[in-house]
Nanobody
């Protein structure tokens, strides 16, 4: 059973930056064999996709974060990061990482139903 742990959330002012990290709890498990997604859920709203990265490194982004967020792998540390710049109050949400076995290195399907494993989430608050 793959368990995921998110870190890096917190309170930041508008225009600021945060980096979220997603790590597999079992250190012997290579997260680079999995497609990984970042999702977020604001109070009263449905969980939505933010960004995904395929097992082969292909990425996609929600329109609302394009040009501001970057997803990447740090294979040496077996993590997937979400670098968030130019943060806005509307980015406030609980951010979750999710993973699935990479069926294809090019498969970057980025919907909640495509993922099998989920972390507990980390709160990101953007406020002055």
């Amino acid at each position: 059973q793959l368990q995921l742990v998110e870190s890096g959330g917190g309170l930041v002012q508008p225009g600021g930056s945060l980096r979220l990290s997603c790590a597999a709890s079992r250190f012997t498990l290579e997260l680079d064999n999995y497609a990984v997604g970042w999702f977020r859920q604001a109070p009263g709203k449905e969980r939505e996709a933010v960004s995904c990265i395929s097992s082969g490194g292909r990425t996609n982004y929600a329109d609302s974060v394009k040009g501001r967020f970057t997803v990447s792998r740090r294979n040496a540390k077996n993590t997937v990061d979400l670098q968030m710049n130019s943060l806005k109050p509307e980015d406030t949400a609980v951010y979750y990482c999710a993973a699935r076995i990479g069926r294809s290195p090019f498969d970057v399907t980025c919907v909640t139903t495509a993922f099998d494993y989920w972390g507990q989430g980390t709160q990101v608050t953007v406020s002055s």
